[in-house]
């Protein structure tokens, strides 16, 4: 399987790309709730609000921010009630975005850009500023998240801000570090069906660093409390000190957390120096696939790391799909890149070309699509050399025992050949509430045959076929899943998106879908212009 993907990676190159420049370009918020114009029809029995989050600003004054991720964090409600749908949106009130709108200029520095020193110092204050460790920015502008039945807006950093879901204002500014010994997490934390949550975040010490397995419990002891009770369970060592991986998401089944330490790496000594050096975060971040890709697996319930030691050639992985065990291993499934230097892509200025411009930066990125490796947990001494580890009959996935004792772990692809077509599939979604962390059949997600997504895609990873909505000229965002009320079926229910246009004749519309046949149920049509953002949530009343 594995030995094809390099003639395949030809299929992929397009060309005439359209422009998506209006996309990614800075939009006014709308406070005051627009009614949304519904076609077709939204079932009566969807009640409740679709959450997004993603930048919407990216310049203040003359200063202008470099990167897709760099942007203000832009909040958005699509509120559902009876088949009516209502819209507003508005910036979230960070403190970064206050200081950088007080100073008219960029102040905090953010992934891809870096804050130059105040124009109004002189010569040796400015100096003397690039050797300050910079101020950390708050602008959370990647997912909402839940902890202790609170919502937060989240990006990796050390900082949350906690939002009022009904006004979308900001109530309160949290920080991760001053709970725990971390630096910051992940803006994927795993539920556990009682409300506990997992995360993964990293700290930095004498020591190097290390990747450590948060859990914070499902329930407040005090009113006012946030991340008060939340412990680190484990602690993985980095495998080089001064480099630790890149990760964006973990795998979580019922018993098992699972990381993956990629060979997409951060330079601490370069992100530590980045302001005498006058760069970005971003430079830190390297691709280095000399070395494999390794994945951890801790005891939930013990916080032991198990002895096991798994490896795979080297990939990157942003979205995990789903993970569960099955006959004593551990199945995960990932949307996963062979080359993981795609960040750099999606500078702005990348992102806002036109014409042939663009499709060069298109046609440098890595497709992502959807794996599935399969970890074996109870491997013993005497389990034999250059076998296949894996009981499991249904996935072509092999986990092979190699002389120095560790484990080799070849994937299955979980997709048939017309996914290639798509560009692959990213921002993937299950029915979470009713099948994470078990044996499931399908997930949704976009397809990339642009550098946003231009499709929604459902997979099904058992018969190995897919689904696809498409509207030429239309991006569409993260698919999230909602049951209907009773539904004993995994596709029981409906897909719901927010579709953009760059096109300012036409209007952007939050699209529903019937999640088993993916067809159209209905639009929401508003007349304002959105960004193309990262993650949601939907939130029922």
């Not at 663009?358 to 599935?372: A, H, I, K, M, W």
């Not at 979980?414 to 996914?419: G, I, K, M, R, V």
């Amino acid at each position: 399987m594995e030995g094809t993907d390099q003639k395949k990676a030809a299929v992929g190159k397009r060309e005439g790309l359209p422009c998506i420049a209006p996309l990614l370009t800075t939009v006014e918020e709308t406070p005051q709730v627009v009614s949304a114009q519904v076609r077709g029809h939204f079932p009566k029995w969807l009640s409740g609000s679709l959450l997004r989050i993603g930048p919407g600003k990216f310049e203040f004054g003359k200063d202008k921010y470099n990167h897709w991720f760099d942007g203000m964090a832009l909040l958005h409600q699509f509120k559902m009630e009876k088949g009516m749908v209502t819209y507003r949106s508005k910036f979230l009130q960070s403190d970064t975005y206050k200081t950088n709108s007080v100073h008219d200029r960029i102040v905090i520095s953010e992934f891809g850009t870096l804050a130059l020193p105040d124009p109004c110092k002189n010569v040796f204050e400015r100096f003397m500023s690039k050797f300050e460790l910079p101020a950390i920015t708050d602008n959370t502008s990647v997912n909402y998240v839940r902890y202790k039945g609170d919502y937060y807006v989240s990006t990796e950093t050390n900082f949350m801000n906690k939002v009022d879901i009904e006004t979308l204002e900001k109530t309160e500014k949290v920080d991760w570090s001053k709970f725990i010994a971390v630096n910051g997490a992940t803006a994927h934390p795993h539920y556990d069906p009682d409300g506990t949550a997992y995360n993964m975040g990293n700290s930095y010490g004498l020591h190097g660093s290390c990747y450590n397995v948060i859990r914070v419990p499902p329930e407040k002891v005090d009113l006012g409390e946030t991340l008060h009770g939340a412990q680190v369970i484990c602690s993985i060592a980095s495998t080089e000190r001064m480099k630790p991986s890149y990760y964006h998401s973990f795998g979580m089944t019922r018993n098992y957390i699972i990381f993956i330490e990629q060979p997409l790496k951060m330079n601490l000594w370069k992100m530590i120096t980045s302001r005498i050096r006058g760069m970005a975060f971003s430079d830190g971040i390297s691709w280095e696939p000399q070395y494999n890709t390794r994945f951890h697996v801790v005891d939930k319930n013990t916080g032991q790391l198990l002895p096991g030691m798994y490896y795979s050639k080297p990939f990157v992985t942003f979205h995990q799909i789903n993970a569960f065990e099955d006959q004593g291993c551990v199945v995960l499934d990932l949307c996963c890149q062979d080359d993981g230097r795609s960040l750099e892509a999606y500078r702005l200025q990348n992102l806002r070309k036109a014409g042939a411009g663009l499709d060069q930066v298109y046609n440098s990125v890595g497709r992502s699509f959807p794996r599935r490796f399969v970890l074996p947990l109870h491997v013993s001494l005497n389990d034999p050399e250059g076998e296949n580890l894996s009981p499991l009959s249904y996935s072509s996935a092999s986990a092979v025992k190699q002389a120095n004792g560790k484990i080799w772990c070849s994937y299955e692809n979980l997709h048939p050949e017309d996914l290639e077509e798509e560009g692959g599939v990213e921002f993937p979604q299950i029915n979470y509430g009713q099948f994470s962390g078990k044996k499931y059949r399908f997930f949704y997600g976009c397809g990339f045959r642009h550098l946003v997504g231009d499709s929604l895609i459902k997979l099904d990873v058992v018969n190995k076929t897919l689904m696809i909505w498409r509207e030429d000229g239309f991006y569409p965002s993260e698919p999230v899943f909602v049951p209907a009320p009773g539904a004993s079926e995994e596709d029981g229910g409906v897909i719901l998106s927010v579709v953009i246009t760059p096109d300012q004749n036409e209007n952007n519309f939050l699209l529903v879908l019937d999640a088993k046949n993916f067809e159209e149920l209905g639009r929401a049509e508003v007349p304002v212009r959105m960004p193309y953002g990262f993650h949601g949530t939907f939130v029922t009343v």
